[in-house]
C-alpha cells in the first residue's frame, strides 16, 4: 500500500465513532469535535419528546450537565416509573443494555442510565454531524 492508501486509511479511521468509556469521555469527545452545544440541544429535544423537560442551559459546565441529567433520571426512576420507561424509549437507548443493570440500588442505577442516555444522544449528535 502506498503512502496516498495508508493515508486514507489514517483519515477514514480518525473520523469514525468511538464508544465512549465513561461519562468524561463522552464529553471530552463532544467537545473534542466541537459538539458539546449540539449534544445538550439533543438531550433537551429528546426530553421535550418525553413530556419531560429538562431545560439544560446552553452554558453549562460539563460536571453539571451529569448532574442536571442524573438528577432527573433519579426522580423519575423514584417517582414516575412509567415516564422514565418512556424516555429511554424516546431517546432510544438499547433495551438489552438497561435490562443489564443491576436495580437493586437507585443511585447506581441513575448514574448507569445517565451514562447510557447521553451516549445514546452521543451517537445522534456524532452522526448527524459526520453523515
Known sequence: MDFFGIWNLFLEFKTMYIQP???DDL???SEENNLYFKLIEQTNKDFALANEAIDIPLDIFPFELKTLVYEKIYKLIQYKFAEYLNLLYIIDVPEDQVK?????????LAEQVTFLILKREWQKVWFRNKY
Open 21 to 23: 468509556a465513561d461519562i
Open 27 to 29: 464529553i471530552n469527545q
Open 100 to 108: 443489564k443493570l443491576d436495580g437493586t440500588d437507585i443511585s447506581q
